[in-house]
């Protein structure tokens, strides 16, 4: 099976996409000796920095592109011209990860939509991804199979889009290696030269309105008046509306009890978030979750808000609460720096948690590749 897939997310830091794309590819051409891969970035400039996203491996080459990602994505939704095949050789299929299926030759094509934020909370998308509500119904019009990575995505999708829900597949994504090993704590040194102190409560995602890092901030300006010695790190690239929540907030992030640490590799996002007291992710829109789900591997207290597909995700195993009560949400922080949680609930957190594995998600998702070239064989 040759499988080409659009690797743009792999460029620079890491999204939630980027992550889940290469630790599929990876867990496919580990898990089937059969499966090889053919990386296509749409990106003039750096489309060589993918060589370097994901392992070596002899059956994982990258393609050419000869278009920019602006020219490109512009052409691609509103044409059936230049194919896939054209850059990456002749495929078996090719897998959009990113809302992005190129029109193809003879291949099967595959699609991931990963959430409708563009439908749902417009008002906290950029205007790249407000334009997903023109583009996508072609997208995945050209697609064999649409892979979710929720029932509750699945159902939105088919609500949006009736007739594609037959063609719709969810498949779970899984969590990183570095939150599933029980690793120590970040280094004294490294914690100095961050500023983390302890006790910290910490949040893993992009520091965006979507997120709801303004209520999280706004709520842990009251947890500071209870527990003044409690610091909130904050783990991610800003993202859409950061640069109103930073100015708003901007007297609280100034202060010792606010670290915004950035990016970091995932082992040091790991070690920060095995070492807080507790994890908070009252994220108003998912679709799915996998920050709070690597928090739970970590052995990590989690307190999420109970919208959209983050009950699905995270099953019993989180303090719930609604993310536009502030006062919940700092009562709920607070009250992990009051003491231990339990053993035995940590451990049914993370007994779920280790359930999502990307070896479990790359067998899925070759089982969604085969039934779209099954169609296209027929």
């Not at 500071?224 to 609280?252: F, H, M, N, R």
Request: hydrophobic residues 45%; aromatic residues 8%; charged residues 20%.
């Amino acid at each position: 099976m040759i499988v080409g897939v659009e690797a743009t997310s792999l460029i620079g830091p890491r999204s939630g996409v980027g992550h889940t794309t290469a630790s599929i590819v990876e867990a496919m051409v580990g898990i089937d000796e059969g499966v090889e891969i053919v990386l296509l970035p749409i990106s003039l400039r750096r489309g060589g920095w993918v060589r370097e996203a994901v392992p070596a491996h002899p059956r994982i080459r990258v393609a050419r592109n000869r278009l920019p990602a602006k020219v490109a994505n512009w052409i691609w939704s509103r044409a059936e011209w230049p194919p896939a095949e054209l850059f990456c050789g002749a495929l078996d299929v090719f897998w959009g990860p990113n809302f992005i299926l190129p029109p193809l030759v003879k291949a099967a094509g595959v699609i991931t939509v990963h959430d409708l934020a563009f439908i749902k909370v417009p008002e906290t998308c950029s205007d790249a991804v407000l334009a997903y509500k023109q583009t996508v119904p072609r997208m995945v019009g050209r697609a064999n199979r649409i892979i979710v990575p929720s029932k509750f995505t699945a159902q939105e999708l088919g609500d949006w889009l009736p007739a594609e829900r037959e063609r719709i597949r969810v498949v779970y994504p899984g969590i990183r290696r570095a939150f599933r090993e029980r690793g120590g704590d970040l280094t004294k040194p490294r914690r100095e030269a961050l500023g983390i102190r302890d006790p910290y409560a910490v949040f893993l995602g992009d520091l965006s309105a979507r997120k709801n890092v303004d209520g999280l901030l706004k709520a842990f300006k009251q947890v500071i008046s209870v527990q003044p010695d409690a610091q909130l790190v904050l783990i991610g690239k800003a993202g859409q509306g950061w640069d109103a929540i930073s100015a708003t907030y901007e007297d609280l992030i100034n202060t010792p009890s606010v670290r915004v640490v950035g990016h970091l590799p995932d082992a040091e996002a790991a070690a920060l978030v095995r070492g807080a007291k507790v994890f908070v992710y009252p994220s108003r829109y998912e679709g799915f979750g996998i920050p709070p789900l690597e928090a739970m591997a970590a052995g990590t207290p989690v307190i999420a808000a109970k919208t959209s597909s983050l009950p699905e995700a995270l099953g019993d195993h989180a303090r719930w609460v609604d993310p536009d009560d502030i006062d919940g949400i700092a009562g709920a922080i607070a009250d992990h720096f009051e003491g231990a949680p339990e053993g035995a609930t940590v451990e049914a957190a993370r007994s779920w948690s280790i359930n999502f594995s990307w070896g479990e998600s790359a067998a899925a998702t070759i089982g969604v590749f085969s039934e779209a070239m099954a169609e296209v064989a027929a």
